[in-house]
């Protein structure tokens, strides 16, 4: 079966220090991949999304992804970590009938 | 734009009671969602609507029923709430005909079986 997985979940890390949220992958063909996040009692709002092309991807708020073929890999990351950013992050994937499949959740507190 | 909205917030059922989950869009989206968000399960799709006038079954569609009312709403009902239904409710609206691109999601409903 396809799906996304990720690894940890809860992430901590001190404002100003980069930040890496993983996210592996099991889906055939051409996977199209996405990050959401979630901010504490709020709906979820799309921060980027790789489809196809070049495998660094940059989204909303200073984000980026890496899509990574051989380690079917897609983490997100930031160089720098706000307390801002402290929120639920979902990696999701585009399965059949253009619907979306989401992980589990890594809760990411940025430590002021 | 409100963008997408849900009504209500919170609502609190007995065990048996019905109820339906209002949604609706403001941005001339063909495509409406449900989905459910439980605890270190993330989100999972309960039923789709792609166009006005189709709904389709997601993951989880077992004990709700959906109504496209028109392009901009798309309602959940639950006809007999189990206590399994707790759970918060999302919305979400998709730009037409596109399924690559991203979701738009609405604050939630979060529901309370007793």
């Known amino acids: 079966a396809q799906s996304v997985a990720q690894p940890e979940d809860q992430v901590n890390v001190a404002e100003g220090n980069p930040l890496t949220v993983k996210c592996t992958y099991s889906?055939?063909?051409?996977?199209?991949l996405f990050w959401y996040v979630q901010y504490p009692n709020r709906g979820l709002q799309f921060l980027l999304k790789?489809?196809?092309?070049?495998?660094l991807v940059k989204g909303s708020y200073g984000f980026e992804a890496e899509f990574n073929k051989s380690q079917t890999s897609f983490h997100l990351k930031k160089p720098s970590a706000l307390v801002s950013d402290s929120a639920l992050y979902f990696c999701?994937?585009?399965?059949?009938?253009?619907?979306?499949?989401f992980g589990t959740g890594t809760r990411l507190t940025v430590i002021p | 734009n409100a963008g997408v909205t849900q009504t209500p917030k919170f609502q609190v059922l007995k065990t048996g009671q019905s109820m339906t989950l209002q949604c609706a869009q403001d941005?001339?989206?063909?495509?409406m969602y449900w989905y459910r968000q439980d605890p270190g399960m993330g989100l999972r799709l309960i039923y789709y609507?792609?166009?006005?006038?189709?709904?389709d079954k997601g993951e989880v569609p077992n004990g709700y029923n959906v109504s496209r009312l028109n392009k901009r709403e798309f309602s959940l009902r639950l006809e007999s709430a189990a206590p399994s239904q707790t759970s918060v409710y999302f919305c979400?609206?998709?730009?037409?005909?596109?399924?690559?691109?991203?979701?738009?999601f609405g604050p939630g409903t979060r529901l309370t079986v007793t």
């Open positions: 889906v055939s063909g051409n996977p199209y």
């Open positions: 999701v994937f585009l399965g059949g009938a253009n619907n979306l499949f």
């Open positions: 979400a609206s998709s730009v037409p005909g596109q399924g690559i691109n991203e979701q738009y």
């Open positions: 790789y489809i196809t092309g070049d495998n």
């Open positions: 609507s792609a166009s006005e006038g189709t709904t």
């Open positions: 941005m001339n989206h063909n495509s």
